[in-house]
């Protein structure tokens, strides 16, 4: 089970983003988050009138490392670790570490 996952709302830790918040778009691999405005580049695109793109310079969101990044907690809108916790039912949920409330309600 993934401890962060697609349109969760993050806060990002370390780097030159910074205290910047977004939400999952998708994941790479196992490690790697795209975040919507976070690590934004500038990419030089060419035009390809087959898909109908057009040429120029374009902003793109990178992925970014899962380790440089925290889940937003709503209660305290705070960054907050996240673990895991088994209920009565059988059932595997996300919980914050800082007040144990459940992550999807």
Same mark, same amino acid.
Not at 6 to 21: A, L, N, S, W
Not at 49 to 73: E, R, Y
Not at 78 to 97: H, P, Q
């Given at each position: 089970?993934q401890?962060?996952?697609?349109?969760?709302?993050?806060v990002?830790?370390?780097g030159?983003? =910074?205290g =910047?918040?977004?939400?999952?778009?998708?994941?790479?691999g196992?490690?790697?988050l795209?975040?919507?405005?976070?690590?934004r580049? =500038?990419?030089?695109?060419?035009?390809?009138?087959?898909k109908?793109?057009?040429?120029g310079?374009?902003?793109k969101?990178?992925?970014?490392?899962?380790?440089?990044?925290?889940l937003?907690?709503?209660a305290t809108?705070k960054?907050?670790?996240?673990?895991f916790?088994?209920?009565?039912?059988?059932r595997?949920?996300?919980v914050? =570490?800082?007040?144990?409330?459940?992550?999807?309600?």
């Amino acid at each position: 089970m993934q401890r962060i996952r697609k349109g969760d709302e993050i806060v990002v830790t370390t780097g030159r983003d =910074k205290g =910047k918040r977004g939400t999952v778009l998708r994941r790479v691999g196992d490690e790697h988050l795209v975040v919507e405005g976070v690590n934004r580049v =500038k990419k030089h695109q060419r035009p390809n009138p087959m898909k109908g793109q057009t040429g120029g310079i374009v902003d793109k969101d990178m992925p970014i490392h899962i380790s440089n990044v925290a889940l937003v907690n709503p209660a305290t809108q705070k960054a907050d670790r996240v673990g895991f916790k088994l209920l009565v039912d059988g059932r595997k949920v996300r919980v914050f =570490k800082s007040n144990g409330e459940q992550v999807d309600a």
